[in-house]
RNA sequence: GGGCGGUUAGCUCAGUUGGUUAGAGCGCUGCGUUGACAUCGCAGAGGUCGUUGGUUCGAGUCCAAUACCGCCCA
């Protein structure tokens, strides 16, 4: 009876839990500070404070921890800061959604002070959530360090950060064209609005010349932002209205008198030439506006009606007020006819609502200065973008970029610190709050009721959460850290600000590599939406299949910087493998009780032996330089095929066979799976460190149990978690020997079972089998017992000989490499079908070597490599052999 | 308008610095249940690597052009 009764199937609901509280009550995702060393360091993207856990979420947790893992396993101080952001507009926009649900009222009903109030008693409520979700996913983080944006620390950080940009002349405060959310009621920058096809309408009008009977014809998608035209402009070439140029022309409706002007911005091609200008209410306008130096007139309010410059339209919303000008206008025979065109509206990002460009007063951070030093960064390769191409995207933002308007009109966030005097009107900004004016000290001053954009807090997020401002010992070891990692669609959001926040404020990059991954997508390649109802939540998944199953599949599912797409199959399979594991664990346990005390002899390992380690070599040869290329997913991959497909599939069959030999034998065996399990869960651990772990605590207590003492040379570790990561062995001829003569092996027993099937011969049925193995007989030998049992021969009718003078009649044969075997299966042999078949085979042979001989008849043998053409040859000549054979047995046959 | 990515088996995707008859998972077909695992095993079918041209002894891999799909920026 076994001491270990593991159950039959792996069981992750038993597992998982209790490990992630046993890891973090250990203390081991917590770093060791050692002077000198240089340390690991990933600050988390952190999540929405309040959000709840969707795929992107697990896809960089399963990344991050997968860094993690391996580096604390290497031995280095690890550190994974984690914390929340505190999202300030999704945050805001769920309380006051609560509030009108609950209590029917609105935030500007309840006031400023009380609803911050009610934000933090949310936060405080759901805060946990995010959190406790990431810790499912195994994530390993520090937990006592976790921040949030907008704890007392980082909100001196960001104050800190504010000033000083402030007294350098970074940041300032202007009044200029904005993108205005009117369903938010507040800015939102440049980035945070994107642009939606739509199907629309181009408007064709004329635009009346002052005192004369003439008109220019215009095309304009908005009709209504007609009423803040200030200034038509024709094209400098533009032969048609050339002479108009200087003289004024009429807003339709509301009669104002307004220029006519060049400007090579016009496109001679669109619409009808000529362009009308309304600075106040499109980007493009607003540029050649100030060129002309013509008036800015804003026609709507902020909730995107009509105000007082639209005359007779005032307090009609916008596109209502676009439907009655153009009535009016048709009315007044000002209208020339309209068509359907396309557009580009322009949306938030968040809402999905249509964004007015506004003039508006707000605070702006003056980008140019920023972006230099960060662009030299990444050019003198302080810091790498992995996949590369990202370099050049990064390139062109920072080498384009805009000013950034930082204030939002919103209650949730960080106060931007600047006080207005109601006497000198002069602002006052400082780290502390101020009792009076700096300027004029009067005390009649307020404070400016906007908060920052989000990201800028995010910017700080490697410092402020190691305690920057402050000089402490974390900021001090800690950063700057060593990778980021994040979806590429944060790129401009948050990885750029960081870099130029981080050089701006700490003098350093902060972090040397950005591995961004890719986004997460259903089976189709669509973006999950609830809408379309696509959407895999990663907890019902966990609950399924476990969250090794869906973390393996995203690491091995995706390559950095593209998209994947994510099938429930995919990770049904990797249950399979989480259980795969633990079953090959119970037998290599189960094994261990079959193994005596010592050896009492030495004894030479098997030729399966020296196979599963030579291959075990060069998969920890392989993972090494996958992964120091960033190639995760591939180096999970192999790790699958060689535990599946070599170790449990050949290894482990064999080694039944080398245990029940017992005696040194199975002591042999026995050492020789603990070794190479134990290999394979330290390897894998990053990856699904679940079932690693306790499969791995298991056969460390079988170990240590029984009296061969079986392990590491070091001896066993605490936990799988802070076991060593395995070293790359060196690699000898030895090895690539074993792996040539054992592949032969395996190729033999595969044609043999082939050649079962093909004959239908029942899979239980033991045959005979006569084996002509020349060269090969001692090797063949050697092997007989294996080759036995993996092909389902009897092993009492198993004859191996070194030549064969009369082969056997009435058999089935085959050729393998230059290995004759003869299946004597006499109620299935059919002359003819076996005629057929081996001058087929001949054939394909032939043919092979035809080819290779050209091939090596060529250039090919003079101008390729010396070792290249060798493989060539050695191909070439075992075919030769095979022909040999083949065209022999072809001749017996007759 | 500028830039980027993708196009490989029925589906979802891998594929080192180019090395010579292209891989995996799922799906499909046939067979198989007394001891690690049916969340399994054995075997099989299935691909002119989008198209065209080029470089090379050799191209899925490098270069150029082109088509389609998608993304980013303006």
Excluded at 255 to 275: C, H, K, M, W
Excluded at 507 to 535: A, C, W
Excluded at 570 to 587: E, H, I, P
């Amino acid at each position: 009876m076994s001491q270990y009764t593991l159950p039959k199937t792996y069981n992750f609901k038993t597992v998982e839990e209790r490990l992630y509280e046993w890891w973090e009550s250990n203390d081991y995702f917590k770093p060791r500070i050692e002077p000198g060393r240089q340390p690991y360091v990933i600050s988390i993207p952190p999540p929405n404070v309040t959000g709840e856990l969707h795929l992107g979420h697990a896809m960089f947790v399963a990344m991050e921890d997968l860094m993690i893992r391996y580096s604390r396993m290497r031995g280095i101080p690890t550190l994974w800061v984690p914390g929340t952001d505190h999202a300030g507009i999704a945050t805001q926009l769920q309380v006051e959604k609560h509030l009108q649900e609950e209590e029917g009222i609105t935030r500007e009903e309840l006031g400023r002070e009380a609803f911050i109030e009610r934000a933090w008693a949310w936060k405080a409520k759901y805060g946990g959530i995010i959190t406790e979700q990431l810790r499912r996913l195994g994530a390993s983080c520090d937990w006592d360090r976790e921040r949030f944006t907008l704890d007392e620390g980082l909100s001196r950080a960001v104050r800190e950060a504010f000033v000083r940009l402030y007294e350098k002349g970074l940041i300032y405060r202007g009044t200029y064209l904005i993108n205005w959310s009117p369903g938010l009621r507040t800015a939102v920058s440049d980035l945070e609005v994107e642009y939606r096809e739509e199907q629309g309408t181009l408007y064709y009008f004329k635009y009346p010349v002052t005192d004369s009977d003439e008109f220019i014809p215009v095309a304009t998608t908005r009709p209504e932002t007609i009423l803040g035209d200030t200034a038509v402009a024709i094209h400098p070439n533009d032969e048609r209205y050339r002479h108009l140029v200087g003289k004024t022309c009429r807003v339709p409706i509301l009669n104002r008198s307004i220029p006519i002007i060049q400007d090579s911005y016009v496109d001679l091609e669109f619409g009808t030439g000529a362009l009308k200008i309304t600075p106040g209410h499109d980007q493009a306008d607003y540029e050649i506006g100030q060129r002309h130096d013509l008036q800015v007139i804003n026609v709507l309010n902020p909730d995107a009606t009509m105000n007082a410059n639209a005359g007779p339209y005032k307090g009609l919303d916008r596109y209502e007020c676009r439907e009655r000008l153009w009535a009016d206008m048709q009315a007044s025979g000002m209208t020339i006819k309209t068509e359907p065109y396309v557009l580009q509206v322009p949306c938030t990002q968040r809402g999905g609502e249509v964004v007015e460009p506004m003039v508006s007063t707000q605070w702006f951070v003056r980008m140019e200065p920023l972006a230099k030093p960060a662009l030299e960064v990444v050019r003198r390769g302080d810091i790498q973008i992995v996949p590369e191409r990202f370099t050049k995207v990064y390139y062109n933002w920072l080498e384009n970029i805009r000013d950034w308007c930082i204030s939002r009109q919103l209650w949730w966030g960080h106060r931007i610190p600047a006080w207005h005097c109601a006497d000198c009107s002069e602002i006052t900004v400082a780290r502390e709050d101020p009792e009076r004016c700096l300027h004029c000290g009067s005390t009649e001053i307020e404070q400016d009721p906007d908060v920052l954009d989000t990201w800028f807090s995010s910017g700080l997020w490697p410092f402020s959460t190691l305690g920057w401002p402050d000089d402490t010992e974390d900021l001090d070891y800690f950063y700057p850290t060593a990778m980021m990692e994040t979806g590429y669609d944060i790129l401009f959001f948050w990885v750029a600000r960081m870099i130029m926040m981080g050089l701006e404020f700490t003098g350093q990059s902060p972090f040397h590599i950005i591995y961004l991954h890719g986004l997460v997508r259903d089976e189709q390649g669509r973006k999950m939406s609830k809408t379309l109802g696509n959407v895999i939540d990663p907890l019902e998944v966990m609950d399924e299949f476990g969250t090794d199953a869906l973390r393996f599949s995203l690491l091995t599912g995706s390559t950095p910087g593209n998209d994947m797409s994510l099938g429930i199959q995919r990770v049904q399979a990797n249950r399979n493998f989480a259980n795969k594991l633990w079953n090959a664990g119970r037998l290599v346990l189960m094994g261990l009780e079959k193994a005596p005390d010592k050896l009492s002899d030495a004894l030479e390992p098997t030729e399966a032996d020296r196979w599963i380690k030579a291959r075990l070599k060069l998969l920890m040869r392989d993972v090494d330089r996958l992964f120091s290329s960033h190639q995760y997913a591939e180096a999970g991959r192999q790790m699958y095929e060689f535990f599946w497909g070599e170790f449990a599939d050949w290894y482990l069959e064999i080694a039944k066979l080398q245990l029940n030999a017992g005696g040194d034998r199975a002591w042999l065996t026995a050492e020789t799976l603990v070794s190479v399990l134990d290999t394979c869960l330290r390897l894998l651990h990053p990856f699904i460190p679940y079932v690693t772990e306790e499969l791995w605590g298991h056969l460390k207590h079988a170990c240590q149990h029984h009296p061969a003492g079986y392990g590491p040379e070091d001896g066993w570790e605490e936990a799988l978690i802070v076991a060593r990561w395995p070293q790359p062995i060196s690699w000898s001829e030895d090895d690539e020997r074993a792996i040539e003569r054992f592949t032969l092996i395996m190729d033999l027993v595969r044609a043999i079972r082939n050649l079962r099937v093909e004959k239908g011969v029942e899979p239980a049925r033991r045959i005979a089998a006569i084996i002509n193995s020349g060269d090969l007989t001692d090797l063949i030998s050697a092997q007989r017992q294996a080759i036995a049992v993996l092909a389902g021969l009897d092993p009492e009718q198993l004859q191996v000989h070194e030549s064969l003078e009369t082969p056997p009649s009435d058999s089935v044969p085959l050729v393998v490499g230059s290995i004759e075997v003869y299946l004597p299966l006499a109620q299935m042999f059919d002359i003819d079908v076996e005629r057929l078949r081996l001058t087929k085979e001949l054939e394909a042979v032939k043919a092979q070597i035809k080819r290779l001989e050209d091939l090596l008849a060529g250039p090919f043998s003079e101008r390729a490599p010396a070792d290249v053409v060798q493989k060539e040859r050695m191909k070439l000549s075992l075919l030769k052999e095979t022909a040999i054979k083949l065209a022999g047995q072809l001749g017996v046959i007759g």
